[in-house]
Structure formats: C-alpha cells, structure tokens
C-alpha cells in the first residue's frame, strides 16, 4: 500500500482539454525536481582570508575591490528596469540561462541511461536464478488474480439485476441523476473491493518471497486504481446509461471518450508500477528514470494523437456551430482564428509540459499548473461575465409598453445600438481577461498598465469612450426631438400637420449636427491617439480658402440656399415656379432644388440659377375663373349662378374643407372678341386650388347648360354693307359641287347679279359662319 501513496506524491501530467486527460496524467509520475545545492566554505578559504586580512597592501585591494562591487552594485539598482516586454523577457532568460542550462544538461543525461536499462534486462534473462524467480512471480500472479477475479465475477453477477435497473431508467432533473449515479458506482465499487480482500487474503496463504510479493502488489494495486478509475469515468460519461448521463452527448460520442480514458489509464497506471517494481528489483536509477521519461513519451503521443482526431469536432464548438447565427456572429475573427489552431497549442502545451517533466525544470510544474488553472478560471469568469452582461443589457435597454407606446421610434434607437454596445462590452472584458491572463503567465501585464505609457493608452481610451458616448446622446436626443415634434399625433391618432418650413429645416439642422459632431469627434479621437491636429486645422483653412476661390458659384449656390430656408420662401411640398420651370418642391439642400413636374420628370436647380420664385401654394392658394358668357347674357344673372355654384361647392363634404372662404366675384373684366369675361377666384387649402377649380368647372358648365346660358366659342362675322335705305345688298351663294378657280373673295360685293345666281330668302344684315 506504500505504492500507492508513492503515487500521489507524483504531480500530473495532462492537458486542460477534457477531464478524461486530467485523470489519466495524475496517474503519470513525475521526477524529482533537480535543485542547486550550495557550495560549502572549505578551511584554505577561510587561511586565505585571515592572511588577507593580516596584510595591509592586500587588506587595501580587497576593500578596493569591495567599493568597486558596490559602487557596481548601486549602478545596478538605480539602472532602469527595461520596460519594453522583449526587454524584460531577454533580461529573464539572460539571468536564468546557466541555470537552464544546468537543469536541461541533467534532464538530458538521465534519458542517455538506456544502456543500463539493457544491461539489467540481460542480466535477469541470462541467470537461471533470476529466470526461476520471474516463473515463481508469474505463477503467484496468475493464481492470485485467478482467485480475485473469480470472488469478483461472483459478487458482480448477484449485482447484475440492481445494476441493470439502475442504467435503464430515465430521469430528467439532475439532481434525481447524480444520486442514481452514485448508488451505481457504489455497486461497481462492490466488486472491486471483493477482489482486493481475496487477492490480499491470499498473500498471508501462499508466503511468497519478498521480491514476489513486490510483483504481485504493483499488479494487483495497478489493477485496483486502473479500475477505481474507470468507476469514476462512468460516473462522469455513464456510457452505457443513456439516462443518467450528465452531459448533453449521445452514446457514441460517450463510448469513443470512455475507451481514450480505459487506454490512457491502462497504459499510465501499469506502466508506472511496472517500472517501480522494476526499481524495486534491482532495476538500475538511470534504467528506471529513462522507462519513466519513455512511458511519459508514449502518453504524450496517446494526448497528442487524441487531440489530433477531436481536431475538426473542437474546432466546430469554438466556431459556435449549430448554437443559431446570432452565436455564430458574436463569435467574431478571434474565434475563427482559435478554431484554426486550437490543436497546435494544445499540441505545444502537452509538449511544454512533458518537457518540463522529462528535463526537471525547477519550478516549471508549479508554475504551468498555476498558470493553467488561472488561465480556466479567468476564460470561464470571462465567459460567465460576458453572458450576463447580454443578459443585463437585453434586460436594461428593454422597453415598456407605455414608453413603445409614447414613442414609437424609441425602440428601434434602443435596438439600433445593442449589438454596437454588445460588442464594445464584450470588448472590454475580454481585454481585462487578456491582461489577466498575461499575468497569470508572469508577463507584468499590470505593471505595464501602471506605467507613464500604460496610463496614457488607458486616459486616451476612456476620453475616447466618453466622447463618443456624449455625442451619441446628443445626436440622439435631437435626432428623436426632431422626429417626435414632426410624427406627433392627436388624441384621435391623427397625424399633426406641421409647417413646410419645420418639414424643411429641422432635418438639414439634424444633418448639419451630425456633419458636426462626426468633425467634432474625429479631430478628438485623433488628438487623443497623439495626432497634432493643429497642422491639419491649418491645412483645412487653407484649402477652404482655396475651394472658396475655386468654387465661387457653389459658394454662392450655398448662401443664397441658406437664405431661401431662413426666409421660408420655399418649403418641400410647395408648387413653384423657379427658373422658369414649375413643379412640386420633392427635396431642398443647401446648394439646389429639385422639382417634379406634371408629366413626371425631375428637374434640380441650383440655387445660383433662381432669380425670382414664384411659389403658388404659399399658406392658401387662389384659383382664378374667367368665364365667358355670350353678349345677350346677362351678366347679373351670370353673377349670381356663379354665387349659388360656389356656396353649393362650398357645403360639399368632399370640397368643403378645403374652401377657406366663399367665392369672390370680381365682376365684369373685359369684352373680348366673341364673349363678356367675369372674373372670379376662390381661396383654399395650400396646393388645393386645382381640385377645386376643377370640380367648380364641372358643375358650372352643368349649370350654365341646365339654364340656357351661353358658353361662346370663338367666330367671324362677314359683313356685306349696307344700302342707304337700311337693306343690305342680297347675297348669292354658288351651291354646285363644280369647283371652278375664282378670283378672291371680296366681303363688299356690288353690281348687278351673276347669271344663274340663287337669291337669298331672306336678307339679313350679317351671316355668323363659326371659324372651324
């Protein structure tokens, strides 16, 4: 049973990848740590120093050289210490290279004690006595193990049914799991314990010889440990009881686990208590240090091996596949880039740490087990801190009802800017956790913090922070002032109608903020990074100035541009005449304007280009009628049919909202050739004119045909003359369909009447013949 305490006191052996390495690399021995023994004084030193002493001139130069050493010493200490990390790393490795050195020449010897390895094998096969003594061994072994494994068969097969039980039931809580889990241990640990009583109770029977007994403990303790184990794999892995497993795996990726575990196991525990038995028999130290630095070989490969088929799998979950996109996306490049060579380091860690075991680097073991450990704990504390720092931001930006329902914009603001705060939280603490974990290696990470450099890197990147932080508020907060003051509606949840000038202006403010604030920003940022912003002020100024020369009609498109806006003369929806092009105001910017016409097409305008605007919808709009009614009308009655249509379109339901005041007749204009023109016009709504003027258009025509009224169209009236008694001279008319080529036409026509000619029935005085 000594053995075994042997074997705890060996440090492990293994790789932070799963727990089934762990195990198996506390089995793993370690040699001892080769230390530096200090030199002791002999008595000719000491002669020699009570004779320097003694003598004056050598009294001198021995306090000569003492002032020379601490002088040298002092020089030392008020040096600098390199602050660079290259410089620190080279002076470490320059001070502990003879060291290192000495340790890596020793731990290179012991592995060159092969040749007393062979030796001792051919001495045991070569003598008779030794042979008889193996044979003996072997037969002791084989009947003791015969023996426990039989008392062991025995007791496993009455716990057959319980154990059956146990692995076939299904559980969902875990804490129903790990009970169940325990009592089937329990049953396998039943066993096992039968098998050591019968096997320890046959040593007192059969007396073996002491070099026997030594044998047939180091199989019989390997046996025990190797399946005490396994015990513990199937509590973790339960590969043959799908129910109480621990772990969300299925049965294959469970089986394939337990089978690395039972080799590397095996091979760790037989192999160690083979060798020392081995020692324990004569087996030389070199032979017995170089088979424990061979079997440390063999297992690293075992690692190295199962870590090479896992490749693709553990790349696979550091990329975050099948946990949905969204875990995917947050995973980023590092993620990738780990996935790509997360097998290389760990290749080179199981390699670093069976150097460090096979060489007998001082301290190396305590210092990688520390780092690792801090390594875990920091990437499970980062990792815990990063998942509820989500969970808390997704839980302080939610909002409430009544706030969506104030402001309806709010929400998409809030969800515009989670990833970019997700990403910059997570940011920070895997920074925090990379400086830690350079710590946690012996890099000064913290101490690289505390200097001037340090201090400046981390203020740059707080001011930085908080000034993007303040104008994302600011942008925000007039962003959705502006938008809120625009969108509001009334109780009835109707939309707010604001000014032309509010819908024009606020958002080129909104734009001119944030052209401001972006400028603002970046001069910051780029002054708190070490930039010299005050060249690059200069430089602007200069080249504005030479823009301002360059660009003089832009210049002047801008300010007339802004003096439109401020002035309100032109706002987006207006209908204008601008440039002697007229349409619909679809956008304004500070240099131009663009309009929509009637058939569709879009014209922009520079503001340099507008000498007189004319704008039709300007707070209320005028449509103008200029009806033209017959001479024999009269235009009072006209007049008033105007009146009636206009307060009939007026109580319209449709019309009537958009009418601001009853028609206004204007009267009598003018007397054009063929109609009497009556002026009138109508004020409405901004843009609305149209609608109306042609609506009352409609009902006026209907009405002026429903009364009798005359809508005069343009025509000639031919003029004959007029004899001084009063009657017109008599009109002939050719009715023939023969054409013939006639002088040109006369209006007075006089003489005595063509042969043939009809004569007119009746005479009047003038003929209207319309011109079309």
Not at 540 to 569: H, P, R
Request: proline share 4%; net charge positive; with cysteine.
């Amino acid at each position: 049973m000594g053995t075994c305490v042997t074997v705890r006191r060996r440090g492990p052996l293994g790789i932070r990848v799963l727990p089934i390495l762990f195990l198996c690399c506390l089995v793993l021995v370690t040699g001892t740590a080769t230390s530096a023994s200090g030199q002791e004084v002999t008595v000719e030193e000491l002669e020699s120093l009570v004779t320097t002493i003694e003598d004056e001139t050598k009294r001198q130069e021995l306090l000569s050289q003492l002032r020379a050493l601490i002088a040298a010493r002092q020089g030392a200490e008020e040096a600098a210490p390199p602050e660079g990390f290259g410089a620190r790393l080279i002076a470490e490795l320059s001070a502990n290279a003879a060291e290192s050195g000495q340790e890596l020449v020793g731990g290179l010897k012991r592995l060159g004690d092969l040749p007393g390895l062979w030796a001792w094998l051919g001495d045991q096969v070569g003598d008779s006595e030794s042979r008889r003594l193996w044979g003996v061994a072997l037969f002791n072994l084989v009947l003791i193990l015969t023996v426990g494994w039989l008392a062991e068969r025995v007791v496993a097969r009455l716990l057959t049914r319980p154990r059956s039980h146990l692995e076939g039931r299904e559980t969902a809580g875990l804490f129903v799991r790990i009970p169940l889990l325990l009592a089937r241990a329990v049953l396998q640990i039943v066993p096992l314990a039968v098998f050591a009583g019968a096997a320890y109770g046959m040593l007192p029977v059969m007396r073996p010889s002491e070099s026997t007994q030594i044998v047939i403990l180091s199989v019989v303790n390997a046996y025990l440990l190797t399946r005490l184990l396994l015990v513990a794999m199937r509590l973790i892995l339960a590969p043959g009881a799908a129910g109480l497993r621990l772990f969300p795996m299925d049965g294959e990726t469970a089986n394939y686990l337990f089978i690395w575990a039972s080799r590397l196991i095996g091979i760790s525990v037989f192999g160690y208590y083979a060798v020392e038995a081995a020692l324990l028999l004569g087996l030389p130290r070199g032979g017995h240090a170089a088979l424990l630095k061979l079997l440390g070989l063999l297992v690293a490969v075992l690692v190295i091996v199962f870590l090479s088929q896992n490749r693709t799998v553990v790349a696979g979950w550091i990329r975050g596949e099948g946990r949905g996109r969204l875990r995917r996306a947050l995973g980023g490049r590092l993620r990738q880039r780990l996935a790509d060579v997360w097998h290389v380091l760990a290749i080179v860690y199981v390699a670093g740490l069976y150097a460090i075991w096979a060489l007998g680097i001082e301290g190396g073991f305590e210092y990688l087990i520390r780092a690792t450990v801090l390594t875990a704990v920091i990437l499970v504390a980062a990792r815990l801190a990063a998942h509820g720092m989500r969970r808390a931001v997704e839980r302080g930006f939610t909002v409430k009802a009544d706030l969506r329902t104030r402001f309806p914009t709010l929400e998409g603001r809030v969800n515009r800017y989670m990833p970019v705060l997700h990403t910059v939280l997570r940011t920070v603490i895997y920074l925090i956790a990379g400086i830690a974990l350079l710590q946690a290696w012996g890099l000064d990470a913290f101490g690289w913090l505390e200097s001037p450099f340090g201090r400046r890197v981390v203020g740059s990147g707080l001011s930085i922070l908080i000034v993007i932080v303040i104008a994302l508020v600011l942008w925000e907060a007039v962003s959705t002032a502006i938008e809120r003051y625009l969108g509001r509606t009334d109780a009835e949840g109707n939309l707010i109608e604001r000014s032309a000038r509010a819908r024009t202006l606020l958002p080129l403010v909104r734009n001119a903020l944030l052209v401001i604030l972006l400028v603002m920003v970046t001069l910051i940022v780029l002054s708190e990074v070490g930039v010299n912003i005050g060249p690059l002020l200069a430089g602007a100024g200069v080249v504005g100035l030479a823009i301002g020369f360059g660009s003089q009609k832009l210049v002047q498109d801008v300010i007339t541009g802004a003096f439109m806006l401020f002035e309100d003369a032109i706002s987006v929806g207006d209908v204008v005449n601008v440039a002697g092009i007229g349409g619909v105001v679809e956008r304004l910017s500070i240099r131009s304007i663009r309009l929509r016409d009637l058939s569709g097409n879009v014209h922009t305008i520079p503001f340099s280009a507008v000498d007189t605007v004319t704008n039709m919808t300007k707070d209320f709009s005028m449509y103008v009628f200029e009806v033209g009614v017959a001479y024999r009308e009269s235009v009072d009655e006209v007049m008033d049919v105007l009146r009636e249509i206009g307060a009939g379109l007026q109580e319209d339901t449709e019309y009537g909202p958009l009418i601001l005041e009853p028609l206004e007749v204007l009267g009598v204009d003018q007397f054009a050739d063929s109609a009497v023109i009556i002026k009138a016009r109508i004020k409405t709504r901004p843009i609305k004119q149209w609608n109306v003027g042609r609506e009352f258009n409609r009902r006026m025509k209907n009405r002026f045909d429903e009364l009798g009224i005359e809508i005069p169209f343009p025509h000639t009236t031919l003029y004959f003359g007029q004899d001084k008694d009063g009657s017109a001279p008599p009109a002939f008319v050719d009715t023939s369909s023969k054409r013939r080529r006639k002088p040109a036409a006369r209006k007075e026509v006089s003489g005595g009447e063509p042969p043939g000619a009809a004569k007119a029935t009746g005479t009047p005085d003038e003929t209207s013949v319309p011109d079309g």
